[in-house]
Nanobody, 125 residues
């Protein structure tokens, strides 16, 4: 079992940067692919970025490609997403999630087994 705790959210202005962190418990963390998702008010949760177990493969939603970078440190059981050039439309609660399933091109959200509680990111214009 994996427990996930996100941190690093906050209120920023458009164009600013934030780095979100996700701390994982459990000795099997390095077996899991990790993803970041977000949910804006009144909208469905959507995929943001994912990284495979080794960190050697990543993919991103088109809306964040070139602005966000996902990374992980298996020794520290941490996953990060560096968010640059933030836009008001990036405002959402951000969640990290873990899955044993890695599908090239995108693992469906339904395959993620463990979720954090989320951290709020608000980008003002």
């Amino acid at each position: 079992q994996v427990q996930l705790v996100e941190s690093g959210g906050g209120l920023v202005q458009a164009g600013d940067s934030l780095r979100l962190s996700c701390a994982a418990s459990g000795r099997t963390f390095s077996r899991y692919a990790m993803g970041w998702f977000r949910q804006a008010p009144g909208k469905e949760r959507e995929f943001v970025a994912a990284i495979n177990w080794s960190g050697g493969s990543t993919y991103y939603a088109d809306s964040v490609k070139g602005r966000f970078t996902i990374s992980r440190d298996n020794a520290k059981r941490m996953v990060y997403v560096q968010m640059n050039s933030l836009k008001p439309e990036d405002t959402a609660v951000y969640y990290c999630a873990a899955t044993l399933v890695w599908i090239v091109g995108g693992t469906p959200e339904s395959h993620y087994d463990y979720w954090g509680q989320g951290t709020q990111v608000t980008v003002s214009s």
